[in-house]
């Protein structure tokens, strides 16, 4: 399978710290001052109604908006562990060829056949190898691209709606996949909207609203007893403005 | 008369008349050259303009689409103007060979095939940028990346900078003179043939190009067929 680099922390430290976090695009604030301090490994999960800038926030912290602010990953700051991290786009992108050049495309230097095969065999793609990446159905495209992030072997895993409206198939390969990844320590940051999948896979719950953070707190707590009213509102399945 | 001129321009293409393969031999090489070198041109600065940020690129941009309605007689005049006994490069002695041809071709072409080529790659970056950000590919990493995955867009954009070269006959009759056995193409041949009321010839040539046409636009259709069937495009 793949060998991922579990992020090297000091208890001490958080895994992830956010700071000041600021964006504003177009002369529109649309993060707004976002303080964070995660120190678990495991799957962060960022929940919100749509437009709370849940998906802003994941792109910041992958260094592709131009957001003010510090953001650390175990005390190290985001342009030293640019290369430690894989991203999962809602909608993969994915080149105009082949399963395995996909992959290969990605492939850090030395990566072998064999993990490559491996991998795509892990996402149940294996036997597609050949054939055109863009003529996967949607479920095979997001694990081909969760695959090809994987090889990269990322010490962070940021996804954004990875699962959203796939096959319960490809969700549960998905699934499986992000939870081994985090076993082996690999800090995972998660979007989604599925409550159901937060309460399978999370750790930890952060909740924005309005390009704010509500609420951060261990998964338990935040579905037994959240306590933002945006948080409260938004599980009890009311809409959110 | 059109029939016979008909008939008499069928025969010609029938028995491989020497004076009408000369003619055609002569403006594929002409063409073709001119293709090449535009397509070595126009390829990388068109994925260049789609994938930099610079001051005035949309000036570039406007420049380039521009250049694309330049009339050939234009272009024509320019080139002569440069290879011309009294122009900068009178030197070279140029003027009324194929050289001079190729080059006007090539400043004909080059902009439509950058253009097109510039339209495309646009919307491949627009498409890759943020997992080659992602995944932190170089831009001159990147550049061979889109030419490849737009391979059959590109296709369609020098097939089409193909049609309009071998089309073309304002200015290679400028630049070209066209000269029996050295400069005349097909395009400056029907237009000289037609002039002396020889129809049987420049029927014949303009059967060939209307092939020709056809030819390319059957190839674009086959290479976007291939390309769509396996989501290339």
Not at chain 1, 3 to 31: F, H, T, Y
Not at chain 2, 185 to 193: Q, Y
Request: glycine share 6%; hydrophobic share 50%; with cysteine.
């Amino acid at each position: 399978m793949f060998n991922p680099r579990p992020l090297a922390a000091n208890l001490n430290e958080p895994v992830l710290a956010v700071r000041s976090l600021r964006l504003s695009l177009d002369g529109q604030e649309l993060l707004r001052g976002l303080n964070l301090h995660c120190y678990e490994a495991g799957v962060t999960l960022v929940m919100g109604a749509n437009g709370a800038g849940k998906s802003l926030f994941l792109r910041s912290l992958h260094g592709l908006l131009p957001a003010e602010g510090v953001i650390e990953f175990a005390g190290r700051s985001l342009s030293e562990t640019q290369s430690e991290q894989a991203m999962v786009f809602q909608k993969p992108t994915l080149l105009r060829r082949s399963v395995e050049q996909n992959m290969q495309f990605a492939a850090p230097e030395g990566t072998s056949i064999a993990q490559i095969n491996a991998l795509l065999s892990e996402v149940h793609l294996n036997e597609k190898a050949t054939q055109p990446a863009r003529r996967l159905s949607g479920g095979e495209q997001q694990r081909l691209a969760l695959a090809r992030a994987l090889l990269t072997q990322p010490k962070i895993l940021l996804l954004d709606e990875p699962t959203a409206s796939l096959d319960p198939g490809s969700v549960l390969i998905i699934e499986r996949l992000i939870q081994q990844a985090s076993d082996a320590g690999v800090k995972v940051i998660f979007v989604s909207h599925d409550i159901g999948q937060a309460k399978r896979l999370a750790s930890d719950v952060v909740f924005l609203h309005q390009g704010k953070i509500t609420e951060h707190s261990s998964a338990q707590n935040f579905f037994k007893q959240p306590v933002s009213k945006e948080a409260q509102a938004y599980l009890a399945g009311e809409l959110l403005i | 008369m059109l029939i016979d001129a008909f008939s008499e321009a069928v025969i010609l293409i029938g028995s491989a008349d020497p004076d009408l393969y000369e003619i055609m031999l002569l403006s594929i090489e002409v063409s073709l050259t001119a293709l090449i070198i535009s397509v070595l041109l126009a390829l990388p600065l068109g994925t260049l303009l789609a994938i930099s940020q610079f001051r005035g690129k949309r000036l570039v941009i406007t420049c380039l689409n521009s250049l694309m309605a330049m009339p050939p007689v234009v272009i024509g005049l320019l080139v002569y103007l440069m290879l011309s006994r009294s122009g900068p490069l009178g030197v070279l002695g140029l003027l009324y060979t194929p050289t001079a041809m190729v080059i006007a071709q090539i400043l004909l072409i080059t902009p439509i095939i950058a253009s097109l080529a510039h339209q495309t790659m646009e919307d491949l970056h627009l498409e890759y940028s943020e997992l080659f950000q992602s995944l932190r590919v170089a831009k001159l990493r990147a550049i061979p990346v889109y030419l490849w995955d737009a391979r059959y867009s590109l296709v369609t954009a020098v097939l089409a900078g193909f049609g309009r070269a071998v089309s073309e006959v304002g200015a290679v009759i400028i630049v070209g003179g066209n000269i029996d056995h050295l400069t005349r193409v097909m395009t400056t041949a029907i237009a000289l043939e037609t002039a002396k009321g020889e129809l049987a010839l420049a029927l014949a040539l303009g059967m060939i190009l209307v092939a020709m046409a056809l030819l390319v636009n059957a190839a674009v259709m086959f290479v976007r067929t291939f390309a769509q069937r396996n989501a290339y495009v």
